[in-house]
């Protein structure tokens, strides 16, 4: 199964964030690093679909006050994310190969 | 507003329904908490808006994301449709998507059925927020509701007012009120530093700012022992006032300024906006002297009342009326008959007019709104028709009857939608002309007349009301299109003549529906106009025409005795005549179309009234001897006043034709003697014609004219006939009262036409806003006739291509379709005629009375009408004529 540009990027950030991810680090992350605008909509269906994909793992944090007696949703990448980062990322570089001259320009 | 700890539980409620109860959703509102909570503390109004935009946001992108997924998924190709066990979300967000593309598929008939209804309810809209602004919710003040107007008057007495010693006694004997204040009338004379000016003010009880729950922008209010004579010389400047007079400088409290003759100190300035009552800018206290506190008779006080903790208006009303019994038996020769009545503040000042005009107003755009969705079900009705195969085929596919609704009534919905922002557009422009052609100095007598704008309650009402005529315009089209005859329209249908007959039987009856509610708006729109122009420019018993008039009001302390008060009228009308362009000039204690009136009550010699205490009132004038020819009032009989009729010689009057009428009806009055309550006799020597004082409350009601001389007034109108344009001698006059006495404010000073436009305004705002009612009710009917018989004429076009081709000439088919037009209009005036005598009541309530339904008028309007929906059915008529046999036949 291949990854999306964006599903990369998603999964990239968690990693980069490690015990301290969830949507508001993650979106910050996204906009800081790539410099563009993420739609919070947008990265919530991002992440529902990579869990449904199993190739990230979900714990709910307890209850916090500032959130309205609510929990963070954590994320962490599975083992089959990283694989698949690695495979789309090997297929990328696999592609490259050789046009690394056009980059130049 | 909305606390600024959390979000808005609206836009809370709107996420929960959109993703449920789970954990997603709680880690997406878990979020979106913790970060409204960032933003609120920098701004909490901002944090709220945020937290909407991303509520909404989110929202929609489910509902289509959602629906996107599974239709791939599902992969069924070009089957928007739901599964068994759907959410109710997915469902409807398949459903609106399916509608939006129809929408889209038809967009010049959608923008036609938007606009429509951007007519019909921003005609709603409009009225909305005046009734809300006029009645509703009229007064900017913190506690409103807990504030009561009283009046302790005779029980036929529409008035509302106290005298001071029932205002006194009530104060001693009442406990439902926290505080009782009364307000009195003033028209300040503010002199020094600037042209002298009269102002606005009124006389207030010390405690009447905290009464009000009002805080001074600068200075304090009135102290209690500031009511006492002598220590009462204190005035409260209005924020306005202040700027515009004072330069805003703070300096000035403590000081001294010139009012009325006399030093007053400065001791507040009012807070910005506050004018209450009536655009007051001035405040000083009432202070009563022993005489006039133990007066019981003139009842000249305005009282307002803030209610205890805990107490409500009922039981004030209980209260008062215990009281008020009371006080009538303690003093029966003042209080015979005295009621005393306790109204909510904003009941208590509404202009008594407003009432009923705003209802009809209100029906009359109803009316409109019914109009418009007769259009826009007419006009689905004829699109459903085009639709029918496509029914068909979804309803054989295994679509639900209740599903085709549901969706055409979504369909229906997002039209209604589309239309709000229109709508508004039309409130809001609605809104500004009418607050915009309103003079000033009547606006502020119209209590709440500034709060109309467009705000979010209208926001809510509008998107209520679209919601609401959604319903009503896409019910009967949803059903009518939800029930093919499946097997008829799927073989090839559309040329039988049977095809859609009951459809168009609807839109038949949608058109009489139309016409039917369209002749009473009419009726009652020309009503108005006619009855604005009669008020306006036909006969008012004078000539408003060429007289300029100007208001003085001489302050006691200057003119405390009659001697000086007659002296500045004589020498003010000497030095105006000599004024150039002026031809005739007089003095008269109230001019007609003035606003203000003076009342006296009589006594015919010979006549005794039955009850002393009641006399009957009429008009009371005091006029120099040039007033009927200044004003173009004619003598009818006997003569007018002359030089002659001085302070030392008989007391004479002239009484109008209507008062002559009333109390001697088979007599000649002249030389017959009446007078004013017990005072000395006086002797009728002519008889004037009537006038129209004012159009609501005073036509040709009785007056009773005396020589200024005999009874000067401090309060004076002078009038001049002028010989040329009335504005063009408003400087030279201005100079010419300078010359008397150049402390004196002169206002008002304008034509006497421009009063005349003024008194009526109210009438003409009748007039316009009921014209513009009809001409959309007439528009949309044409609209309306239009559509049917076009539509008809294009389902038709092979039956006459048949009838053509047998036979019929050009103008047979042309009579053929306009007499089909003609009926509609014939049955729909038939109907319309009998509910405008229905709302014959309406009308003329609507109208103050002053109008009543008239049979010539409707059937004339009847004819416009029938003439106007004939000329919409000759287009599609002629269409129909000149088709050509051979190209019908061969379609």
């Known amino acids: ?105 | 507003m909305s606390r600024p700890d959390a979000p808005p539980r609206a836009a809370e409620r709107l996420l929960a329904v959109a993703f449920g109860r789970g954990e997603w959703a709680e880690s997406i509102l878990g979020d979106l908490h913790e970060e409204f909570i960032v933003r609120a503390l920098r701004s909490p109004a901002s944090a709220a808006r945020w937290y909407w935009i991303q509520a909404v946001r989110l929202t929609s992108r489910r509902v289509l994301v959602r629906t996107k997924d599974r239709r791939t998924a599902t992969a069924v190709p070009g089957a928007l449709s739901p599964n068994p066990g759907d959410s109710i979300m997915r469902t409807l967000g398949l459903e609106t998507r399916y509608a939006l593309r129809s929408i889209r598929k038809r967009p010049a008939m959608s923008a036609i059925v938007v606009l429509t209804l951007a007519l019909g309810l921003g005609a709603n809209a409009a009225i909305f927020s005046m009734i809300d602004a006029l009645v509703l919710r009229p007064f900017t003040l913190p506690d409103a509701d807990r504030m009561t107007l009283m009046s302790y008057l005779k029980a036929d007495d529409i008035d509302k007012r106290v005298s001071p010693a029932d205002f006194l006694d009530w104060k001693r004997q009442t406990d439902v009120f926290e505080r009782l204040t009364a307000m009195l009338w003033w028209d300040a004379n503010l002199v020094g530093r600037d042209e002298p000016e009269r102002v606005q003010g009124f006389f207030v009880s010390a405690d009447f700012f905290p009464t009000l729950g009002i805080e001074l922008a600068r200075g304090r209010s009135f102290l209690a022992d500031e009511e006492t004579q002598g220590k009462h010389h204190r005035v409260v400047l209005g924020h306005g006032l202040w700027e515009r007079r004072f330069a805003a400088d703070p300096g000035i409290i403590g000081q001294s300024i010139d009012i009325d003759g006399r030093p007053h100190e400065v001791v507040g300035i009012a807070p910005a906006g506050f004018e209450f009552p009536m655009g007051a800018q001035l405040w000083a206290p009432l202070s009563l002297d022993s005489k006039a506190a133990a007066n019981r008779r003139a009842t000249y006080l305005m009282v307002i009342g803030r209610l205890a903790p805990g107490r409500t208006l009922q039981d004030a009303k209980a209260q008062m009326a215990v009281i008020g019994e009371r006080l009538e038996r303690d003093h029966p020769d003042t209080n015979r008959g005295r009621v005393s009545r306790v109204y909510s503040l904003a009941e208590g000042m509404r202009d008594l007019g407003v009432g009923p005009i705003l209802s009809m107003w209100q029906a009359a755009a109803a009316f409109v709104l019914l109009i418009a969705c007769a259009n826009v079900a007419s006009l689905l009705l004829a699109r459903g028709a085009e639709r029918q195969r496509e029914m068909a085929v979804r309803v054989a596919m295994g679509a639900s009857r209740l599903r085709v609704v549901r969706e055409l009534l979504i369909e229906s919905g997002l039209l209604a939608l589309a239309a709000i922002p229109g709508a508004l557009l039309v409130a809001f422009i609605g809104l500004k002309l009418v607050v915009g052609y309103m003079p000033a100095k009547i606006a502020r007598f119209v209590v709440g007349w500034h709060q109309m704008d467009v705000d979010v309650r209208l926001v809510l009402f509008t998107a209520g009301l679209a919601m609401l005529t959604a319903l009503a315009f896409g019910l009967i089209p949803a059903l009518q299109a939800s029930r093919p005859r499946l097997t008829e329209s799927l073989k090839d249908g559309g040329r039988g003549a049977t095809v859609g007959a009951s459809r168009q039987r609807l839109r038949r009856g949608l058109v009489v529906a139309e016409i039917a509610l369209a002749l009473p708006l009419l009726v009652a729109a020309g009503l108005s106009v006619l009855t604005v122009h009669r008020f306006l420019y036909g006969p008012q018993g004078f000539e408003p025409d060429r007289v300029l008039t100007m208001q003085v009001v001489l302050p006691d302390v200057k003119y405390p005795a009659e001697g000086e008060r007659r002296r500045f009228a004589e020498t003010a009308v000497a030095q105006l005549r000599q004024t150039p362009g002026v031809e005739v000039a007089a003095a008269v204690n109230v001019a007609p179309a003035a606003g203000n009136n003076w009342t006296r009550g009589i006594e015919i010699d010979g006549k005794p009234n039955p009850d002393p205490n009641d006399p009957p009132s009429v008009d009371f004038r005091a006029a120099t001897p040039d007033i009927f020819a200044a004003l173009g009032i004619p003598i009818l009989s006997g003569r007018a006043f002359t030089e002659a009729d001085r302070e030392d010689s008989q007391r004479v009057a002239i009484v109008s034709a209507s008062l002559a009428r009333r109390y001697w009806p088979d007599e000649d009055p002249i030389g017959r003697r009446i007078r004013f309550g017990t005072e000395e006799w006086m002797t009728v020597v002519g008889i004037s014609g009537d006038v129209i004082h004012d159009w609501f409350m005073r036509r040709n009601y009785p007056t009773l004219y005396r020589p200024f001389k005999q009874s000067p007034t401090s309060e004076m109108a002078l009038a001049v006939r002028t010989s040329a344009d009335p504005a063009s001698v408003a400087a030279g006059a201005r100079a010419a009262l300078r010359a008397v006495d150049p402390m004196q404010p002169v206002f008002d000073l304008q034509p006497l036409r421009t009063s005349l436009q003024e008194r009526t305004v109210g009438l003409q705002y009748i007039g316009g806003i009921m014209f513009v009612f009809g001409g959309l009710a007439l528009v949309l009917a044409v609209v309306g006739v239009y559509g049917v018989m076009a539509y008809m004429v294009t389902q038709r076009r092979h039956e006459i291509g048949v009838r053509m081709a047998l036979g019929a000439t050009r103008r047979d088919v042309l009579r053929l379709t306009t007499r089909q037009a003609m009926t509609l209009a014939a049955v729909g005036v038939g109907f319309g005629v009998v509910l405008s005598l229905a709302l014959g009541r309406l009308i003329e309530a609507g109208l103050l009375g002053v109008a009543s339904s008239d049979a010539r008028l409707t059937a004339g309007l009847a004819a416009v009408l029938i003439a106007s929906a004939m000329a919409a059915a000759y287009i599609p008529a002629r269409r129909a004529a000149s088709i050509d046999p051979t190209v019908a036949l061969r379609e």
């Not at chain 1, 963070?72 to 090997?90: E, K, N, P």
Request: hydrophobic residues 40%; charged residues 30%.
């Open chain 1, 1 to 105: 199964m291949y990854l999306g540009e964006f599903e990369h990027i998603v999964l990239l950030a968690i990693l980069r964030l490690g015990d301290e991810a969830y949507a508001i680090p993650i979106r910050e992350e996204i906009e800081e690093r790539t410099g563009r605008a993420v739609a919070r909509g947008a990265l919530y269906t991002a992440l529902e679909r990579l869990e449904v994909k199993r190739f990230l793992r979900s714990r709910m944090s307890d209850p916090l006050p500032e959130r309205g007696g609510r929990s963070r949703r954590y994320f962490t990448v599975t083992a089959a994310g990283l694989s698949a980062m690695r495979s789309s990322r090997r297929s990328l570089l696999r592609l490259w190969q050789g046009l690394e001259g056009r980059l130049e320009s």
